[in-house]
C-alpha cells in the first residue's frame, strides 16, 4: 500500500493527495516503483550549510604544532568566499550555515589583529545574507574573553518562541557563569542544539571562577605535565585532556537533558552541535571532549536525536553509533589547500538527511534512527 507521510510541510501533503490520486490512475500495484522514485525525488525540506574550523589570519602559510599538516591561513578567506558563493548561488537558498567554530586563528592575538580578522570572515559571511549560528572553540578563546564573544557578531545565540513555556530557551546558571549554548527550531518537527564545549575550561574560563577551578581540577587529575597543551599519554583517550580541549557543565548537561525530554514529547529530529568531538570512532581522541561520555549518554537516552557536529579534528571522521547517532566531524577548511574546498550542504527530509560534500567533505546519507 502507497503510504505518503508528512507532518512537516503542507507542500508535502498535497503532493501526497496528488501520487494518491496517480497512482490509483495508473491502476497501481506495477507503478509504485515509479512512484517510490518520485518520493525519493521529492525536494528537501530545508538545507544548511556547514563549515568548519576557517582559522582566518593574514599571515604566510604555517604548520599545525606536529608540523605534520600544512594550514593555510589567507587562503581560508578564499576558500569560506568559495562555499558562501555556492550557498548563495544555489536556487533554494540554504535556511542556515553552521560555523563549527575556530573562525578565526589564534595567531591574530598575536598580531593584534583579532578584530580586524574577525570582520573581515564576518564580512565575508554577511555577502550571502544567509542567517549564521556560531560554534565557539579553542581559538576563539585565544582572540577574545568570553564576555567580548558575548557581545561580538559570534554570538547567535536567537530566541526562540517556540518553546518559551518550556524554560529551557538558553543555557544560563548565573550571569557570572552564562554558557554558550542554546537551540533553535528551523522547521516544524526539527531542532538544532548548539554546545558550549569549553564551558568547562581553562581557557573559556577566566581566573578566578568556580567552572575555571572545575576545569583546572578536572584537568590536572589526568595530566602532570607543565605544559597542559601536551598530552599526558601518547595514545589512547586520555590524550583529550589537554588545555586546549574543554568540557560541559552539569548545568549544560542538564539543560540538554531537559531540551531533548521536550523535543522527545514534540516528535523532533534533533541535530546537536559543538567545536569538540563526542564519539571517540568519530575523531583523533586527542580532540574529544573532555567529558564527551557524558554527553554520549544523554544523547542516547533520547530518541529524539539524529546527529551530532563536530569540528577541531581538521582530518575530519565519521561514526554512526550504536543508537543510530551520526557522529560527523567536518574537515578544517585551515588544512585545506587552495585548489580544493571543505564545506557542506544538507538536505533535510523527512526519513533522512543528505550530506553533499564539497573537496575533502564526503558526501553521506544519514538516515534517521
Ligand atoms: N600536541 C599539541 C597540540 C597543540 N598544542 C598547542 O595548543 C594550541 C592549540 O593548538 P592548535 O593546533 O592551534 O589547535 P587547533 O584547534 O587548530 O587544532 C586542534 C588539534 O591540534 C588538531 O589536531 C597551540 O598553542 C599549540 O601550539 C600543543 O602544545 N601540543
Redesign the pocket.
Known amino acids: 500500500m502507497l503510504k505518503f507521510k508528512c507532518p512537516f510541510r503542507k507542500s508535502c501533503v498535497t503532493e501526497g493527495r496528488f501520487l494518491g490520486w496517480w497512482a490509483k490512475s495508473e491502476k497501481l500495484t506495477g507503478r509504485l516503483t515509479r512512484t517510490k522514485k518520485m518520493y525519493g525525488s521529492l525536494p528537501p525540506l530545508f538545507t544548511f550549510g556547514v563549515i568548519a ?1 576557517i ?1 582566518y589570519a593574514d599571515i604566510e602559510d604555517g604548520f ?3 608540523h605534520t599538516r600544512k594550514r593555510y591561513y589567507r587562503n581560508s578567506l578564499r576558500l569560506l568566499r568559495r562555499a558562501n558563493e555556492k550557498w548563495k548561488s544555489e536556487a533554494v537558498q540554504p535556511r542556515f550555515i553552521i560555523q563549527l567554530g ?1 573562525v578565526i ?2 595567531y591574530n592575538k598575536k598580531y593584534d589583529a583579532s578584530e580586524r580578522a574577525l570582520e573581515t570572515v564576518v564580512n565575508e559571511l554577511d555577502k550571502s545574507a544567509i542567517e549564521v549560528h556560531h560554534v565557539w ?3 576563539e578563546f ?1 582572540n577574545f574573553s568570553r564576555d567580548d564573544l558575548m557581545m561580538s557578531a559570534l554570538n547567535s545565540k536567537t530566541v526562540d518562541g517556540t518553546m518559551a513555556e518550556d524554560a529551557v530557551q538558553s543555557c544560563s546558571v548565573s550571569d557570572t557563569e552564562e554558557s554558550y549554548a542554546y537551540h533553535f527550531s528551523p522547521a516544524p518537527y526539527f531542532r538544532f542544539v548548539v554546545l558550549d564545549a569549553y564551558d568547562l575550561s581553562i581557557i573559556g574560563r577566566k581566573e578566578p571562577s568556580t567552572r575555571y577551578y572545575e576545569a583546572l581540577e578536572m584537568l590536572q587529575a589526568h595530566n602532570d605535565n607543565d ?1 597542559l ?3 599526558p599519554v601518547a595514545e589512547g583517550l586520555e590524550q583529550r585532556f ?3 580541549n574543554g568540557g560541559f557543565s552539569q548545568g549544560q548537561l542538564d539543560w540538554l537533558d531537559r531540551l531533548l525530554t521536550l523535543s522527545d514529547e514534540k516528535l523532533e529530529k534533533v541535530v546537536v552541535v559543538s567545536h569538540l568531538p563526542v564519539h571517540p570512532y568519530s575523531t ?1 581522541p ?2 574529544l571532549a573532555w567529558n564527551y561520555d557524558r554527553v554520549l549518554s544523554i544523547l542516547h537516552s533520547h530518541k529524539s536525536v539524529v546527529c551530532f557536529m563536530a569540528g ?4 575530519g571522521g565519521y561514526y554512526r553509533d550504536a543508537s543510530g547517532v551520526h557522529h560527523l566531524t567536518f574537515e ?1 577548511v ?1 588544512e585545506t589547500p587552495p585548489e580544493s574546498e571543505a564545506f557542506g550542504t544538507v538536505y533535510v527530509y523527512e526519513d533522512r538527511m543528505a550530506l553533499k560534500g564539497n573537496g575533502r567533505v564526503s558526501d553521506r546519507v544519514l538516515p534517521y534512527p
Do not use: S
Open positions: 574550523d582559522q599545525n604544532f606536529k575556530d586563528d589564534g572553540g579553542n581559538h585565544y605544559d597543551n601536551h598530552p589537554v588545555k586546549f583523533d586527542i580532540c577541531h579534528d581538521h582530518d578544517g585551515i
